[in-house]
């Protein structure tokens, strides 16, 4: 039901910014925007750019640029302006506040000093690509976030192998200059046969979605790029549909053996072991002997 303009109360709002089409920006965002007093973001350049093309005012009002590396300094300040009966606004520089972005903290002090805290729910790379995969979450087959996935090699894996562990539909976000390495490690511990819906530049001029298999998506992508260069350019949404685990294996020795195999038989000893302890959480003496164990059954097989 259409209203008046909202008269927005004083407390922390979270306000979801377009990931990429402005026309995807709600007019009660929008509203909200042009009352604040105080305008947080990762990039105060970005927000001054989004206000500009809004046709919103940025004189006589905050803006604090809110980033990993100040967020816990910066929200008791940011906090005492909402305390003292103002409006103040958090947005990422694309999407959904606090979805593998800054915010956490600041939401968590907010709470706990008893300021108001609201979402303003709108545009989400997460959501958006989960609608358009056609994977299906249920209760046996959970949904997972993982964020960005990590930019070591080692630190990668060991993530992928815990997405493996959980099973269900994985989300992951990745950056374009490390998607390739992702997605060959992806194959690597996932299996090239899993479906995988890819992602990249939602809702903007150069959307590309790629459904598939995992070696599938990647000859996509392969023929893309050599069609078009730049369509290596852009942030990039992964959602795996992997297959549920025998619950009753998790954690057990044969579970650890077979990926030792797995990642023995392609990476070297010491590497295979170090993702085998971030991945399974044995110890790193554990994960050697276990590694070398395979290696020698395997010689001994031949």
């Not at 990668?156 to 959980?166: N, S």
């Amino acid at each position: 039901m259409l209203n008046a303009p909202e008269n927005f109360e004083p407390g922390l709002y979270l306000v979801a910014t377009p990931i990429g089409h402005l026309g995807d920006l709600s007019p009660r965002a929008k509203s909200l925007l042009a009352q604040a007093e105080c305008l947080c973001a990762e990039d105060t350049r970005r927000l001054r750019s989004l206000l500009h093309a809004l046709g919103l005012p940025t004189e006589g009002r905050r803006l604090v640029a809110i980033h990993a590396h100040n967020e816990t300094s910066q929200a008791s300040t940011v906090i005492a302006h909402g305390l003292a009966g103002q409006r103040v606004v958090l947005v990422s520089d694309a999407g959904t506040p606090g979805v593998a972005d800054p915010g956490a903290r600041l939401v968590q002090q907010a709470w706990a000093s008893g300021l108001r805290v609201i979402p303003i729910p709108g545009p989400s790379a997460l959501t958006a690509a989960l609608s358009v995969s056609g994977f299906l979450v249920s209760e046996t087959h959970p949904l997972s976030f993982w964020g960005f996935l990590p930019a070591r090699a080692a630190a990668r894996r060991a993530t992928l192998m815990r997405l493996m562990q959980v099973g269900g539909v994985a989300v992951v976000f990745e950056t374009p200059h490390r998607l390739e390495a992702a997605l060959l490690d992806a194959t690597a511990v996932l299996g090239e046969a899993v479906p995988v819906l890819l992602a990249r530049e939602m809702t903007k001029a150069f959307e590309t979605l790629h459904r598939g298999t995992l070696r599938e998506v990647m000859e996509a992508r392969a023929a893309g790029l050599g069609a078009d260069p730049r369509s290596a350019q852009g942030e990039v949404v992964l959602v795996f549909d992997l297959p549920d685990p025998d619950r009753h294996e998790i954690g057990q020795s044969a579970t650890a053996r077979q990926w030792a195999r797995l990642l023995g038989a392609q990476l070297p000893a010491a590497t295979a072991a170090k993702i085998l302890v971030k991945g399974l959480g044995l110890t790193r003496q554990a994960a050697y002997d276990l590694v070398i164990s395979d290696e020698s059954t395997d010689e001994t097989s031949r």
